[in-house]
């Protein structure tokens, strides 16, 4: 069935909407971006932002979910093409640091999440995220490539590592060095795990 044209204002409005808040959040942070300035940067009245949005917050969880949804589907396209669980997991690694070079992605999924999203909020997303490591994990302590360990915790400690790195490389002078050195630590603690061939 073909949109109506008040469905294809309806998801123009929310797109450009999306687009200026993202730039807003990525340039000012979330505590100083207002709604007004957002509104007008995507020439529409502060009505408008509350006829898609309920708050700043929820806005911002949109504009959050977006970032990390096009890293999401990156890595899935990725992951299809390695060849086995180790390269899948080394490579969802390699991608989330270069996500992290990005200065949106670094600005709104790093750095203003924690206190835009509300601790407890930003907590529960990071456990559902265990599941991005969780699966390639479950196959390689199952094909016995890594040594035996309880697959929650493993997949927590990985994602934690990793989210570590990305904040440093988000606070890092030379943010090139730090993706670098990052990924040679991870890769190396991750080695560590490996059973012996």
């Avoid at 899935?76 to 390699?94: C, E, F, N, V, Y």
Wanted: aromatic share 6%; proline share 4%.
């Amino acid at each position: 069935m073909q949109a109506s044209r008040r469905d294809e204002y309806t998801e123009t409005t929310r797109r450009a909407l999306l687009d200026c808040a993202a730039a807003a959040f990525e340039d000012q942070g979330y505590a100083a971006a207002s709604l007004e300035d957002i509104a007008g940067a995507a020439r529409l009245t502060k009505g408008a932002v509350y006829h898609h949005f309920r708050n700043k917050q929820d806005l911002f969880r949109a504009v959050f979910d977006e970032e990390w949804a096009q890293l999401a589907t990156s890595l899935r396209s990725a992951a299809g093409q390695a060849p086995d669980a180790w390269q899948r997991l080394l490579t969802g690694i390699r991608m989330f640091l270069d996500a992290c070079l990005d200065p949106r992605f670094r600005r709104i999924a790093l750095e203003e999440a924690p206190a835009a999203l509300g601790w407890h909020t930003w907590r529960q997303i990071e456990s559902q995220r265990v599941q991005l490591v969780s699966q390639p994990l479950s196959e390689l302590v199952h094909a016995g490539t890594l040594s035996p360990q309880p697959l929650d915790l493993l997949a927590r400690v990985v994602l934690a590592m990793a989210g570590e790195a990305g904040r440093a490389i988000a606070d890092a002078p030379d943010a090139n060095v730090a993706r670098r050195d990052a990924e040679a630590l991870l890769t190396g603690l991750l080695a560590g795990l490996r059973t012996a061939p």
